[in-house]
């Protein structure tokens, strides 16, 4: 399985923006589809965006579309997401997550270990 580490969280006030990466270790991240997800507190680790492994198809939570996009590099072995006019409602851990693609948490075998995001004035 690849191994994800998560990056770029943070702090930041309302309308802001913020852009997460999330590094691969391995050779096998450009054949991966990869999706982010994310958790709030008391609540269910939820789907955010999914990327395909060439970046032709990308597919947004209807929440986030238009303020959210989802990129990938694969010579670098990144995987980004930049997150504008942000909301306090997007607070949450962000987790990216290789492998699946469907907007099941349980249809992803590999997991970062997620990235504080807290939008707050």
């Known amino acids: 399985q690849v191994q994800l580490v998560e990056s770029g969280g943070g702090l930041v006030q309302p309308g802001g923006s913020l852009r997460l990466s999330c590094k691969a270790s391995?050779?096998?991240?450009?054949?991966?589809?990869m999706g982010w997800f994310r958790q709030a507190p008391g609540k269910e680790r939820e789907f955010v965006a999914r990327?395909?492994?060439?970046?032709?198809?990308?597919y947004y939570e209807d929440s986030v579309k238009g303020r959210f996009t989802i990129s990938r590099d694969n010579a670098k072995n990144l995987l980004y997401l930049q997150m504008n006019s942000l909301k306090p409602e997007d607070t949450a851990v962000y987790y990216c997550?290789?492998?699946?693609?469907?907007?099941?948490?349980?249809?992803?075998?590999?997991w970062g270990q997620g990235t504080q995001v807290t939008v707050s004035s």
């Open positions: 391995g050779d096998t991240f450009a054949g991966e589809p």
């Open positions: 990327i395909s492994t060439s970046s032709i198809t990308t």
């Open positions: 997550a290789a492998g699946g693609w469907t907007i099941s948490p349980r249809d992803y075998p590999s």
